[in-house]
């Protein structure tokens, strides 16, 4: 069993910047890959970002590549994503999960098997 906890979202201006943290539960959080999501009001979720459990495979939404950055440190157990020139369509609820497959990281939701609670985006224009 995983459990995983969002944290550092919050309110920011368009342009401004954040850092989202996922902490993992368990000692096999290396092996896994990682995998941000979001929610908007009454859209379906979607992919963000997501790296393998070696950080060396990496994959961005369209949408958020070259503003986004995804992280991990498998020794803290924690992955990260800095959210940088922030519009106010990013303004969702932001999700991590865990993949525990080998083939990872995957873009489709339905692959990864934990999910964190979320944490509030909200981009004011």
């Known amino acids: 069993q995983v459990q995983l906890v969002e944290s550092g979202g919050g309110l920011v201006q368009a342009g401004g910047s954040l850092r989202l943290s996922c902490a993992a539960s368990?000692?096999?959080?290396?092996?896994?890959?990682m995998g941000w999501f979001r929610q908007a009001p009454g859209k379906e979720r979607e992919f963000v970002a997501a790296?393998?459990?070696?950080?060396?495979?990496?994959y961005y939404a369209d949408s958020v590549k070259g503003r986004f950055t995804i992280s991990r440190d498998n020794a803290k157990n924690t992955v990260y994503l800095q959210m940088n020139s922030l519009k106010p369509e990013d303004t969702a609820v932001y999700y991590c999960?865990?993949?525990?497959?080998?083939?990872?990281?995957?873009?489709?939701?339905?692959?990864?098997?934990?999910w964190g609670q979320g944490t509030q985006v909200t981009v004011s224009s």
């Open positions: 999960a865990a993949d525990t497959g080998i083939w990872g990281p995957s873009t489709r939701d339905r692959n990864y098997d934990y």
């Open positions: 368990g000692r096999t959080f290396s092996r896994y890959s």
């Open positions: 790296i393998r459990w070696s950080g060396d495979s990496i």
